[in-house]
């Protein structure tokens, strides 16, 4: 008998039918003897509704009233899925994540775990019953106001209790059959990978994979804890993202891991840049100030005749007019010429550890770009990754002929989606 965390996505519990198919599966892993505790996320795209209908009714909405409301989505899942398991005749608790001891810091919208005192779980476990927890929030320990994690923070939330939890396991079951070379939406030839590891996955999802939480895989990498991805819609044995890859594997290991793609990035250009000591500091500590993140930064080499140069960096679209703004404010000061926003822009990364020992990646990369008629516009690397910046409009093109060119392609397609928009 084990302890298993099970978190299922809002594409696995997107309708009635969906809450009882997904309370058969935690019931028969129930009745396989073990102790269950699941995270469940907001209805199909209800997270997405909710942000729209807050925008409608204000165009700036106060982060705690978008928590308040955010979190909503994933009570209606908890209540819905806990009776639909009573159904069955097995005795489930929901429980909100402050319920369940998530305690974070006070960031509304991208809290950070710092705590997790899950005893009212513990207490239920112990009485027989099976625990349902409301993923990706959590409550503040400073103002006691209820936060949430992220897009996508329910990943978070299950790893985050199977840690404290000492589970076994903590399963992420979604709508593909777990991690593959590259998104199955975009890529139908993609191949399933049997293990990825916590340093392949953490560049992945930081590099746009949404199959996976970025928190969540740092939470499980520090403790070491096992995850495996896997479909609700079936009862293939998906993907485990685990320390190493196994002895045996490590032979064929291919040298790129997987393929990401971002488009939730859009680039700023800063034209006309006095090239002096101290220019880009003040510039880019005027944007952390504002607390924004910035991920590619490109300066250009300044021409000799003006001494002005231009810098260019990428950060997410939703940041954007925060970041023009902050720079506009900096502009008299600094004495740069304009700013450029550009918000159709894509990121094409490769990620593998087999890079490390393997030169030519770039080059097979870029001509395979080349060959596809993607310009590249802004190149950043990692020990273990290769991202690009081009057109929006290019992006699936380059991924699909990268996969193709670093022979990726399954022979057989065996990529399926089951559910979700894509959103
Ligand atoms: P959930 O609602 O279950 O949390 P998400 O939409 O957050 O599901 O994540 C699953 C989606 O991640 C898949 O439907 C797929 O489109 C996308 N995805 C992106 N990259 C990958 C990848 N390398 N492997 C599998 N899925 C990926
Ligand atoms: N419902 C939240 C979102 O859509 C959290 C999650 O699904 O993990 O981002
Ligand atoms: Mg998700």
């Known amino acids: 008998?084990?302890?298993?965390?099970?978190?299922?996505?809002?594409?696995?519990?997107?309708?009635?039918?969906?809450?009882?198919?997904?309370?058969?599966?935690?019931?028969?892993?129930?009745?396989?003897?073990?102790?269950?505790?699941?995270?469940?996320?907001?209805?199909?795209?209800?997270?997405?509704?909710?942000?729209?209908?807050?925008?409608?009714?204000?165009?700036?909405?106060?982060?705690?009233?978008?928590?308040?409301?955010?979190?909503?989505?994933?009570?209606?899942?908890?209540?819905?899925?806990?009776?639909?398991?009573?159904?069955?005749?097995?005795?489930?608790?929901?429980?909100?994540?402050?319920?369940?001891?998530?305690?974070?810091?006070?960031?509304?919208?991208?809290?950070?775990?710092?705590?997790?005192?899950?005893?009212?779980?513990?207490?239920?476990?112990?009485?027989?019953?099976?625990?349902?927890?409301?993923?990706?929030?959590?409550?503040?320990?400073?103002?006691?106001?209820?936060?949430?994690?992220?897009?996508?923070?329910?990943?978070?939330?299950?790893?985050a209790l199977a840690a404290a939890l000492e589970a076994d396991v903590c399963e992420i079951y979604t709508d593909v059959d777990g991690i593959f070379s590259a998104d199955p939406r975009v890529v139908p030839t993609?191949?399933?990978?049997?293990?990825?590891?916590?340093?392949?996955?953490?560049?992945?999802?930081?590099?746009?994979?949404?199959?996976l939480h970025l928190r969540c895989v740092e939470y499980a990498r520090r403790y070491d804890l096992p995850i495996h991805v896997r479909s609700s819609f079936s009862n293939k044995e998906g993907t485990w993202v685990v320390k190493d890859h196994p002895e045996g594997g490590k032979m064929e290991q291919a040298i790129i891991a997987g393929i990401a793609h971002d488009k939730s990035e859009a680039k700023i250009t800063i034209v006309g840049v006095p090239d002096r000591t101290g220019v880009a500091a003040r510039i880019f500590q005027a944007i952390a100030d504002a607390d924004i993140n910035v991920d590619m930064i490109v300066q250009n080499v300044s021409a000799a005749a003006t001494g002005l140069t231009d810098i260019s960096f990428t950060l997410p679209k939703t940041e954007g007019a925060n970041a023009t703004s902050v720079l506009q404010r900096i502009q008299g000061e600094i004495g740069f010429q304009s700013i450029q926003y550009d918000d159709q822009i894509g990121k094409l990364s490769l990620i593998g550890a087999g890079m490390r020992s393997h030169p030519g990646v770039t080059a097979t990369f870029f001509a395979c770009l080349s060959e596809?008629?993607?310009n590249i516009e802004m190149i950043s690397t990692s020990e273990i990754r290769i991202s690009i910046v081009c057109r929006a409009s290019d992006l699936e093109k380059g991924v699909r002929s990268a996969h193709t060119a670093f022979d990726l392609d399954a022979d057989q397609v065996e990529a399926v989606v089951y559910g979700g928009t894509g959103r």
């Open 1 to 159: 008998m084990g302890l298993i965390v099970q978190k299922f996505g809002g594409s696995s519990v997107a309708d009635a039918e969906g809450m009882k198919r997904v309370a058969n599966r935690i019931v028969a892993t129930k009745k396989a003897g073990h102790q269950v505790v699941v995270v469940v996320s907001a209805m199909g795209d209800t997270t997405d509704e909710l942000i729209d209908l807050a925008n409608q009714v204000s165009p700036l909405p106060n982060g705690r009233e978008l928590d308040m409301l955010l979190t909503a989505g994933e009570r209606i899942s908890m209540a819905l899925l806990a009776m639909a398991i009573a159904n069955l005749g097995h005795e489930a608790r929901s429980f909100t994540g402050s319920q369940a001891g998530i305690i974070t810091t006070s960031a509304h919208g991208r809290a950070r775990v710092i705590d997790v005192t899950p005893g009212r779980i513990q207490e239920a476990l112990k009485e027989g019953a099976i625990a349902i927890v409301a993923g990706f929030q959590g409550v503040s320990q400073d103002t006691n106001d209820i936060t949430t994690l992220g897009r996508g923070g329910s990943d978070t939330t299950a790893v």
């Open 190 to 211: 993609a191949r399933k990978l049997n293990t990825v590891t916590y340093e392949e996955m953490l560049e992945l999802a930081a590099s746009g994979a949404k199959v």
């Open 372 to 374: 596809a008629g993607v």
